[in-house]
């Protein structure tokens, strides 16, 4: 057991601290729904790709890098901690790309994976439906045969990215007689087809970033289906094992902000004559919150040592979910409660914890949900037979 | 022992269901709450009509002389429409002027508030000093002339926009003063703090160099301090009753989504861990409501543990709201979590409530004084 | 609603505790497994039977005072509060009496209902079995026809007051091929006849309070057999219902106590140079224990009015057996963390504490366990479909 | 970087399972616990041929040199058996005396520790003070001729009345006094105080004029109260890493019964209440091993963050055990309630080890110390 960084790693690390200090675009404060924002997006992925960050993951036969998970971990951190943009490309790098490798046809590999490293294409991802939340697999877009091409019909949700993405993994049913998870097959869907609308949806929090997504008489075609007809469905579940792996890993800087201004405020902010931090019930909560934030980032050090030596991500990725996404809505709770009163106002701190409050509570549904995570861990870590 | 409600009481409620239902239901409280006050002139008008302004204080006031438990029957069933506006505020304003017995306020503005043709407010917490007046701090009333002058600011009064009358906790020269203002005086001061609850909006209120005459001044010292207290205790009342009114709503609407949701070909009410989410749901409502009707009942009675009952019922409510909120929001899934849904309404208000007239801890501090530290 | 007690309900308990002043046997220090403190309980039992007080929910044509629930309540707390023994014939009046009345021949009602309320009869009750736990149907004691007499072979657990009783309310299957449910028959069994024995079953605890019962070909004449053939089901659903009403409303004192004792030593001890009850921290927990009772109470108290009202014992009952067993865990735990390290010693408050602690972590088990419970809300109260 | 054992860890780990395995069944961890002190000589002496006394000690103290994550790999499995007798005891002790550096005692008693044919605990605990040795005042330590006479009583002493030394934290002229004292030494007085949990003894131990020459006066003041938490810091590694191994054992028997058992003609970890249970103590579990192996590591490291890892994973495995006992007893039903079922051995050590070196609740305040009063 040694948890420092080996010296390849640390100059991994030195490297993209060094590149990323000489290449960070300016914050620009600018409305998260523009499509100036979207450009600044879309220029950082080009950045990327020209510094030689994009595809860390990939294997090199297809531009990517082939680094080791511990190494795309020391990245999504120090992005994050760095202040870079919001990495567009995620989708794509994340998912999509590997699922093309994985199950794509020679054309598709050529003709997609160059195009997402170097940010022409960006992707989002259309599995969800209003009647498939947790249940994926039931979803009812349907696609009918017509020549060469997929006429797709039905309606997609929380699909993240829409706005932004100019295409589209997107699941839809071609057999309505098999069995749920027999009649699927997954499409690579340009989103510049006639026949696709996209709807912004707001969250409870007033903001958006997630999507609906309508398809009428969308043709696609056949030439652009990933994967054999009726088989998507385990496209679908390498693509979400996939994002669960990604998911864990880049979410500590944005909670170790959170604790860090925290403290600050408790050591600047009074109530009763005293700082808020003299005050020994606020103590414990600080540093609860404290240590739950470092049992994360333990956590997640140990899930990705162990993918380090096993090097497919298991169904250990649930534990890691559940954790970050319930210490979220426990930090975000606590810490209104030590701020007191005036935190509820959105002038307060910029609005940062009452949009923390609002927006953890969708942390334990999206991505699978609690329950769900539970019931994989039970059925698949510890070998309990199905649920009902 | 009767833990029920009266038959009267139950007419009460009826009615206060019916009311909401024909004019606050949730859309027209989202159109309220998009508007700059979330005050409506005509929904205020129907509140006022029915009475339920002043429902509980004497007749001699201008009230109608019912109980606490009467007031939290409104107050429920008004949590449960999420009502946008003042009823809360001016009520809160309402009973304190009572509570002081300040004659002239008494006969000039009470009657006008339980009639509703005017607005009130109280102008109370400051961040520093929180809930305990005994810190009150930041308006000084200074004796000028044979009046006051009022200098300084209170954070988080509700509906200050639309308020016809401020009451002010001020700190004198006898200790904690409590001055009625007319909104409209000079060197008053509004400015929106835009808050999570939009269907109850908050203001920042200055007061610079505030002339009041001393025909406003209704209580000072140990007498203002009971007063503002007392109506505090009845103001928590009726925010455990608006958090009992919200946690209802958020059980029928989750038992309902269990019950008709379908994954895994099932309806989701038939899984465990949504059959236990929904049954803690209920027993934390009912809970809440055994709580707070007692503490309605014990402050109407005057009994001894009254102060205890209504500290404990607002810390039991207010954990409560949260907790029942964020079940609720997990029984729902995605779609509980999107603007489109109105379980948001609910459970930002039930935010807001849990910090008005004290959170929990506080609360928890005041029960421990009185078991711990009584001689 | 007007929670004072009225004119007659006060008279009511004045009379309780006059009497109870004046006949309350003095409290014996006796170890609790000794044949000396079941006559202890016997004595107390036949005591409250001359006073008038056996009986208190019977319909007066049964020997009984038909007193109002709320009334019995009283009973129950001021004997409670009193310091009175422990209700040996608490199964008998709370479960057994009613079902009898209810399911009973004539024969049955005359033999057995006067002894119970005079003490003769002590009942306990044996329906739980190793295998059958939550899922009590599933009992597997068999019972054979064999000319007048059932023929029984099988055990029972969780028997309490066994010791104690000479009369048993056994359930057993009689129909090995019939759906679990419709082939059980109750009986009611003499302990004293051959083929039946017991064995105290130690607690984590240390101590005992319940038993197993092993049958082994024990005989049991028709004419004990209560209710129909195979229909013993309904009675035991019956008896349960007692029981979940009778259960909740007794254990306030009990939490009482515990409270009361728990605020008595944080004023009196220390730590770091001041007393418990001066430590912010401690007097969170504290005051949230004290909310919890109250919550309790008044809970209790509700139901009880709803019971006035509506006269029949509703699944509502789940809600209060829930509230209390989980604020056991709580209070228990609570109140080791506000006393300290020390409260782990057995001589620390005469080990109250660490009983308490032990002994909670049974409450959400017994009597239905919490998941049960939490079942039978959703699905009779609520109205969701039946769980798998 | 490298999270996992190392293959020397994992052999280490191998071979204190099969000891365990073989030498400390639960039946046999029963027989010992029924008997007046819990300790039993073979089975303290294979623990001592195995040479984990002094694991971590440096081959000059008599120990082997190794680190603290190889002492949390054999705390962790002697808890995932409830190892009963002194063995945490004494380790504590022979760490405080290597850590004082106290060249007599290193040389005379620590190799006699490490090689078990003595045994030492440490008396430090005081019920007004706590863990707080700066306010340690129980037991005073007078200049008297050329040595010391201790007077007082200490509490909480675990297996004192199998020790053969002592390490007295007393109050002296310096402040902090750590004194090694035989306990056959007149005026020491051994009074068992029973606890929950029965496999490791807990004694009142009272200094009546007791004597002690000058050579044992182990080290004073700031040395002392370093030597102390450095010891207490190696002491908590290990009752976290006990934890675990007890949480481990809790989750295996638990995925094990909700394997096998039926009710309702269904396995039970087929419903999803059991399933989540299940998942939680999987999770507690987990997290709790990352903490308190981090915590071994960092301080074995010496890194900036060590006292702080420390003090997060007593806080979380505190915690933690407690929360996977409960939800390991509810998983198992009646059965797991019974004094027959193996469950209360480790329940009870839980909570045991929960206060030992002070509670959560103590080291969020550390924690908060750390975070907050730093210049």
């Keep these: 057991m040694d948890l420092n960084l080996n010296a390849e790693e640390q100059a991994f690390r030195d490297d993209l601290r060094a590149w990323l200090k000489d290449n960070l675009p300016e914050h620009r404060a600018v409305d998260h729904e523009s499509e100036e924002y979207w450009q600044h997006l879309r220029d950082w992925q080009r950045t990327l790709f020209e510094g030689g960050w994009a595809g860390l993951s990939w294997p090199t036969e297809y531009g990517g890098k082939g680094v080791t998970p511990l190494k795309q971990s020391i990245y999504l951190q120090e992005t994050v901690a760095a202040g870079a943009p919001e990495h567009l490309g995620v989708i794509g790098e994340g998912l999509v790309g590997p699922t093309i490798i994985v199950a794509g046809t020679d054309e598709q590999k050529t003709e997609f994976l160059p195009k997402i490293l170097n940010g022409d294409h960006i992707w989002c991802q259309g599995f969800s439906e209003p009647n498939a939340g947790s249940d994926v697999a039931s979803l009812a877009t349907k696609a009918v045969r017509d020549g060469d091409d997929w006429v797709v019909n039905g309606q997609k949700i929380w699909t993240s990215f829409a706005q932004g993405a100019n295409w589209c993994l997107l699941l839809v049913r071609t057999d309505m007689e098999a069995p749920k998870h027999k009649g699927i097959t997954a499409l690579l869907v340009d989103m510049n087809s006639p026949g696709i609308s996209i709807r912004p949806l707001k969250q409870m929090s007033g903001q958006s970033g997630f999507n609906e997504l309508f398809m009428t008489d969308l043709r696609v075609p056949v030439k652009n289906q990933l994967g054999p007809t009726n088989q998507g469905w385990r496209i679908a579940i390498t693509a979400l094992m996939n994002e669960r792996a990604n998911l864990g890993a880049s979410m500590y800087p944005f909670f170790d902000d959170a604790v860090t201004s925290l403290i600050e405020l408790a050591k600047t902010r009074k109530r009763n004559g005293k700082l808020l931090a003299e005050c020994p019930i606020k103590r414990q909560k600080i540093a609860q919150a404290i240590a739950d934030l470092e049992i994360y980032r333990l956590d997640s050090a140990r899930a990705l040592s162990r993918l380090e030596r096993d090097s497919t991500p298991g169904p250990e990725g649930s534990m890691l979910k559940i954790f970050w996404s319930e210490m979220y809505q426990r930090l975000a709770q606590s810490a209104m409660e030590i701020l007191g009163d005036v935190s509820q106002l959105e002038g307060f701190d910029d609005g940062a914890w009452v949009y923390r409050y609002l927006r953890s509570k969708g942390a334990t549904i999206e991505g699978g949900t609690s329950e769900i995570q539970r019931c994989i861990l039970a059925e698949r870590v510890l070998g309990l037979p199905k649920s009902y | ?375």
Tied chains: 1, 3.
């Design chain 2, 1 to 375: 022992m009767d833990y029920e409600l009266s038959k009267p009481q139950k007419m009460l409620q009826q009615s206060v269901r019916e009311f909401c239902g024909r004019q606050c239901t949730a859309d027209h409280v989202r159109e309220i709450m998009e508007t700059e006050t979330a005050h409506h002139a005509e929904l205020w008008q129907g509140v006022a009509d029915q009475g339920w302004i002043g429902l509980h204080l004497p007749e001699e006031h201008g009230g109608l002389g019912l109980g606490l438990v009467d007031l939290a029957v409104v107050f429920e069933e008004v949590g449960r429409a999420c009502l946008p506006g003042p009823f809360l505020s001016s009520t809160w304003a309402a009973t304190l002027i009572s509570k002081t017995g300040h004659a002239a306020s008494v006969s000039s503005i009470l009657p006008e508030l339980c009639e509703g043709s005017k607005i009130g407010t109280v102008a109370c917490f400051e961040e520093e000093a929180g809930w305990v007046s005994g810190q009150y701090d930041a308006v000084k009333a200074e004796v000028s002339g044979d009046g006051l002058t009022l200098s300084g600011k209170k954070q988080l009064v509700a509906d200050a926009a639309v308020a016809d009358v401020f009451v002010v906790a001020a700190r004198g020269e006898q200790g904690l003063t409590l001055v009625l203002v007319e909104s409209s005086a000079n060197g008053i001061n509004i400015t929106p703090t835009e808050g999570l609850d939009a269907t109850r909006k908050l203001y920042e209120v200055t007061f610079d160099i505030v002339n009041v005459s001393a025909d406003n001044v209704m209580s000072t010292g140990a007498d203002a301090e009971r007063a503002l207290k007392e109506s505090q205790q009845v103001g928590m009342v009726a925010v455990c009753a608006e958090l009992v009114g919200s946690m209802q709503w958020m059980l029928e609407e989750s038992v309902e989504y269990a019950k008709t949701r379908k994954q895994f070909d099932k309806i989701i009410g038939s899984f465990q861990a949504i059959q236990h989410k929904c049954a803690d749901i209920l027993l934390t409502t009912e809970s809440s409501r055994s709580a707070m009707l007692y503490a309605a009942w014990a402050l109407s009675e005057g009994t001894d543990d009254a102060e205890r009952a209504v500290s404990i019922a607002k810390l039991f409510c207010s954990d409560a709201g949260q907790k029942v909120g964020g079940l609720a929001i997990q029984v729902h899934g995605g779609i509980g979590f999107t603007w489109e849904h109105d379980l948001h309404l609910f459970y930002k208000r039930n935010k807001s409530n849990e910090f008005l007239f004290g959170d929990a801890t506080f609360h928890r501090e005041l029960v421990a004084r009185l078991a711990l530290d009584a001689a």
